[in-house]
């Protein structure tokens, strides 16, 4: 009679505990889900960039902040002052989010670019510790990007948890006229498609984020990777503008958008092949990502991202979320890794106040 009972309480406690894990490990898989966020729009906050915040981090003498470096991070600072910092708005403590990032950068005839990339990674107050860097070449012209990235990488080495750059033989001869010539996009776009996936292939180990950010970018604000992370959802990018010699803003970024119904619809009376590229043939059916500033939200659901920052949750791309170099719902690359995102079911959200500047 007691052996039954102690039998009974045994069965009972391991269906409780089966249970238990089965339900934790769903609530992992679904991410944390929206209703955790707030969800009217927070209280202002001051600017976000506090350049000497980055000393515990450490890096070479040689990579600290140059004057451009300033000159950007006021811009942005007068940017977020009528903005919303999404960070802050989010409670996190500096040194909360722990988790583990690797940085994905795509490298071409990039020898220019690479001390101001290497600077703003240094100017990251994200725990070093937790950050992997992958740079992957191919197509260079100039003969010494690969040499250049690997002398960048012994130098900062010490100062990230991993830093690696490979060459990922996906030559690409680009045609003699400017890389945003309309007639080379599809092109272009594919062999940016390919090299991406070869990078991610190689360089995503165990990290819980993969980060891909441009090499050419000018200015990442310091808290990049916290603010990204603190939304919480699969894929996450920041506006990518860029700065006029009056001080004035564009968008550069022109391949993160929300649909719109036009846009939908046009794209319907479309055939399967056809590729609808952004920033030409006149204005655009689209909603870029900065013009939801004036709307108030912290996020927004996006339809296309773009490469230049553009933050996922590494278990996605495990599961098969590649950037297609096919035409997938008449888009390609990033614009159309969004496109299966979505398909897959994750959420693709854009944040409007934070943003990165392109060089
Ligand atoms: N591996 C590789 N990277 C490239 C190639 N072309 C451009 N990139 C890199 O990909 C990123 C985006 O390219 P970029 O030319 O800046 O494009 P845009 O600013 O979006 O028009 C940058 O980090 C480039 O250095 C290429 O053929 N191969
Ligand atoms: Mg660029």
């Not at 994200?126 to 040499?147: A, C, N, W």
């Not at 995102?341 to 500047?357: C, F, N, Q, R, T």
């Amino acid at each position: 009679m007691r052996k039954r009972r102690v039998f009974r309480i045994l069965v009972f406690g391991a269906v409780v505990s089966v249970c238990g894990w089965m339900f934790f490990a769903q609530g992992l898989e679904k991410f944390v889900p929206v209703s955790v966020l707030p969800a009217a729009a927070p209280t202002l906050s001051p600017g976000m960039v506090d350049l000497d915040a980055n000393k515990a981090n450490n890096c070479p003498s040689v990579l600290s902040q140059s004057a451009s470096t300033h000159f950007y991070a006021d811009i942005i600072r007068n940017r977020s002052k009528h903005g919303i910092n999404y960070y802050e708005a989010r409670h996190n403590r500096p040194g909360e989010i722990q988790d583990t990032v690797v940085i994905l950068t795509p490298i071409s005839n990039s020898v220019e670019d690479l001390p101001r990339y290497f600077r703003n990674l240094c100017s990251l107050d994200y725990p070093h510790d937790k950050i992997s860097v992958v740079l992957g070449e191919d197509s260079s012209r100039d003969g010494s990007t690969f040499k250049i990235a690997q002398d960048a990488v012994k130098l900062v080495e010490p100062y990230f948890h991993r830093v690696e750059a490979v060459q990922l033989h996906e030559e690409w001869s680009r045609p003699p006229v400017s890389k945003h010539e309309q007639t080379i996009q599809v092109d272009r776009r594919k062999h940016m498609a390919r090299s991406r996936n070869k990078l991610l292939h190689i360089g995503l180990r165990d990290e819980k984020w993969a980060l891909w950010m441009d090499v050419d970018l000018a200015y990442i604000p310091p808290d990049l990777i916290q603010q990204m992370i603190s939304v919480q959802k699969h894929i996450v990018v920041p506006g990518c503008i860029f700065v006029n010699n009056d001080k004035t803003v564009d968008v550069y970024d022109k391949n993160t958008w929300q649909e719109t119904n036009r846009s939908i619809e046009f794209q319907q009376d479309q055939s399967k092949k056809f590729v609808m590229l952004e920033g030409y043939n006149g204005e655009s059916m689209r909603r870029y990502l900065p013009s939801f500033r004036k709307d108030g939200n912290m996020y927004i659901k996006l339809d296309g991202v773009g490469g230049a920052a553009l933050l996922v949750y590494a278990e996605c791309h495990k599961r098969g979320l590649i950037f297609p170099p096919f035409v997938y719902e008449h888009h390609i690359e990033t614009e159309g890794f969004a496109k299966i995102a979505k398909d897959m079911g994750y959420e693709v959200i854009g944040l409007p106040y934070l943003e990165v500047i392109h060089g």
